[in-house]
């Protein structure tokens, strides 16, 4: 997904993790996925690099699908759809 497509991805939240390391991120996203409504979209900002196989290993575990991600500078952003 291109940058721009990506800044057009509808959010309904934003959890800002950045400085937070494992395993808080991932913590703090289940607890923020379990408060929104199917097809909703949160953005995850994180700038621990683990938070990449750590996000990654937790959709594929909770079948919340990961719409996008990227990366600038040291933040990684994940746009993750709750199922």
């Given amino acids: 997904m ?3 497509m990506t800044q057009a991805q509808t959010v ?3 959890l800002d993790c950045k400085g937070l390391l ?3 991120p991932i913590v703090k ?3 923020a996925i379990r408060e929104l409504d199917p097809g ?3 953005l995850l900002e994180t700038t621990d690099p683990g938070s990449i196989p750590d996000v990654a290993a937790w959709s594929k575990t909770t079948g919340h699908p990961i719409l996008s991600q990227d990366k600038i500078g040291p933040v990684m952003r994940f746009w ?3 199922s």
Avoid: W
Wanted: with cysteine; net charge positive.
């Fill in 2 to 4: 291109t940058e721009a």
């Fill in 29 to 31: 996203l289940g607890k």
């Fill in 12 to 14: 309904d939240r934003t």
């Fill in 22 to 24: 494992c395993p808080m």
């Fill in 40 to 42: 909703q979209v949160l």
């Fill in 80 to 82: 993750i759809q709750k």
